[in-house]
């Protein structure tokens, strides 16, 4: 979208000698990002790498300190020069792009360091946010800073951050998951984590598997644990969905999100019980027992229910049985 508002300086050439983070023109011999410092020694005879966050839906989130940085590297390292294209003639940027993605290989990479260890500054982004979020370029980030070079990030809009704030879910601890695995031992590790850890989780999820990465989210943490769906955040159709983990998975099962998805989950607070195998996602034992409730509600007799529940879960048919039958008996 044509997003509101301009950013300062939009169309203006950088000033001599680069920019500071202002705009405003660095002192000789500083670099666009100013006198802020950078992970690692700084190395005398190369250039700078600058990692710079981009907008992750709007076009006017991206601050006037990377709009400088852009116009004033020698080259610019795309995820997608198609992408990353559309802010050149918004802020008035004429750099040259270069494509650096996940299929690029070593040539494209050595031939940036190349460029940084001749002493010029070399800009990396990705299609939207920050480099190596999910996103390519780590390697790179790794062989100049492995090298002395130094290496400065110019932090901006982030999907993580802004699905964190909209989703009115606690969160003074948090980690980030990224893609969880489509499928397999490892995707059903990773949610019998997110269903132990007591900080809240982000997770980046495509419009066609969120409703089943919700379902096994439910499965997993609790039908009714709370959670947000954030989708096309900072663009005209944003729009966030809270609720729990049941009735979120339902809804996206009969409306299914569309454009990009973060998920927020909310933190648990118990250890889940890992299947015995065979299974498709982990089963915490309260959600197991909500199950067999369900079936005993239609009929079936509790010690059927802790059975078939067992069967399909791999939770302990005893464990099932004999938690309720504690309840009932105090």
């Known amino acids: 979208m044509a997003a509101r508002g301009g950013t300062r300086g939009r169309g203006e050439p950088a000033p001599s000698g680069g920019s500071g983070p202002s705009g405003d023109p660095a002192p000789s011999g500083a670099s666009a990002a100013g006198d802020t410092g950078g992970s690692g020694p700084s190395s005398d005879s190369g250039g700078t790498l600058f990692v710079v966050a981009t907008p992750i839906g709007n076009l006017g989130d991206l601050s006037e300190r990377a709009a400088a940085t852009l116009r004033s590297v020698a080259v610019v390292a795309a995820e997608d ?14 750099t040259p792009l ?33 480099p190596v979020v999910s996103d390519p370029g780590g390697e790179l980030i790794a062989a100049w800073a492995d090298e002395g070079g130094r290496v400065v990030p110019i932090p901006g809009a982030s999907a993580v951050l802004a699905a964190l704030v909209a989703s009115g879910i606690p969160a003074p601890r948090w980690g980030f998951e990224g893609f969880l695995p489509r499928r397999g031992s490892e995707r059903r590790e990773r949610l019998a984590r997110i269903a132990a ?3 809240a989780t982000v997770l980046f999820e495509a419009p066609g598997r969120t409703a089943a990465t919700l379902r096994d989210l439910a499965a997993a943490c609790g039908a009714g644990r709370r959670a947000a769906v954030c989708r096309e955040l900072t663009k005209l159709h944003e729009e966030v969905r809270r609720g729990t983990l049941g009735e979120l998975a339902a809804a996206a099962a009969e409306t299914p999100p569309r454009g990009e998805v973060t998920l927020v989950v ?14 498709d996602v982990v089963i915490d034992l309260a959600e197991g027992r909500r199950r067999v409730d369900a079936l005993v509600a239609d009929g079936r007799t509790r010690s059927d229910a802790a059975k078939e529940v067992a069967r399909a879960t ?17």
Do not use: C, K, N, Y
Not at 266 to 279: F, L, S, V, W, Y
């Open 81 to 94: 020069t198609r992408m990353t294209r559309r802010l050149w003639p918004r802020f008035g940027i004429e």
């Open 98 to 130: 270069v494509s650096f993605h996940a299929q690029s290989g070593d040539r494209r990479r050595d031939e940036l360091l190349a460029r940084l260890r001749a002493g010029e500054d070399v800009a990396l982004v990705s299609d939207a946010g920050t």
């Open 197 to 199: 850890d007591d900080r």
């Open 266 to 279: 909310a933190g648990g607070d118990g250890e889940p019980i890992r299947p015995a195998g065979g299974t």
């Open 314 to 330: 791999g939770l302990a048919r005893r464990a099932l049985f004999a938690e309720r039958a504690q309840e009932v008996d105090r």
